[in-house]
T-cell receptor, first 117, second 109 residues
Framework: DAGVIQSPRHEVTEMGQEVTLRCKPI?????LFWYRQTMMRGLELLIY????????DSGMPEDRFSAKMPNASFSTLKIQPSEPRDSAVYFC???????????????FGPGTRLTVL | QKEVEQNSGPLSVPEGAIASLNCTYS??????FFWYRQYSGKSPELIMF????GDKEDGRFTAQLNKASQYVSLLIRDSQPSDSATYLC?????????FGQGTELSVKP
């Protein structure tokens, strides 16, 4: 059974460019999470979706960040325009349980390492 | 006060010893607690979860939960060099998890 799939695995771009990160959750999972991880700030939740609907985007740092989930098997995180301080590892995770409760265990994808020059 | 607190370490133990990792949390309403392991350059990997007071054992790993003290711990028995990683504690809050900063564990041969 495939886990969470993310692409690209590495992205190097120049300041001001648009960056799009992609995620395919585990089939049957109804919650999807986007995280950012840096040495300074650790693992931060940016946004999460339940049944394709954004539930909490309070972690999105600013309007340059946007996320969509057009269907149950695909989500994107877009940064436009990108800045050097956006450099980080971005993880997508999915969970088989969401707002209805349960254990909420999350399974992480391999991450996208973003470098903005 | 951070919502989930862990000692950042590094915690160094000799091979074969017991490693004890600790975590405190601030939200008394939290119901589920998770331990993730993250190797350098890799993604977090779920190793255990617990939601009842007491101990839960899985192989060499034991999770301990004390809701009254708002404390959760992970014990690793017979530590191996392959256990060297950062261990993240996570606490449920609604439909999401709040993660601690992680404790770096180093197991010396």
């Amino acid at each position: 059974d495939a886990g969470v799939i993310q692409s690209p695995r590495h992205e190097v771009t120049e300041m001001g460019q648009e960056v799009t990160l992609r995620c395919k959750p585990i089939s049957g999972h109804n919650s999807l999470f986007w995280y950012r991880q840096t040495m300074m700030r650790g693992l931060e939740l940016l946004i999460y979706f339940n049944n394709n609907v954004p539930i909490d985007d309070s972690g999105m740092p600013e309007d340059r960040f946007s996320a969509k989930m057009p269907n149950a098997s695909f989500s994107t995180l877009k940064i436009q325009p990108s800045e050097p301080r956006d450099s980080a590892v971005y993880f997508c995770a999915s969970s088989p349980r969401g707002l209805a409760g349960g254990n909420n265990e999350q399974f992480f994808g391999p991450g996208t390492r973003l470098t903005v020059l | 006060q951070k919502e989930v607190e862990q000692n950042s370490g590094p915690l160094s133990v000799p091979e074969g010893a017991i490693a004890s990792l600790n975590c405190t949390y601030s939200d008394r309403g939290s119901q589920s607690f998770f331990w993730y392991r993250q190797y350098s350059g890799k993604s977090p990997e779920l190793i255990m979860f617990i939601y009842s007071n007491g101990d839960k054992e899985d192989g060499r790993f034991t999770a301990q939960l004390n809701k009254a003290s708002q404390y959760v711990s992970l014990l690793i028995r017979d530590s191996q060099p392959s256990d060297s990683a950062t261990y993240l504690c996570a606490v449920s809050q609604g439909g999401k998890l709040i993660f601690g900063q992680g404790t770096e564990l180093s197991v010396k041969p």
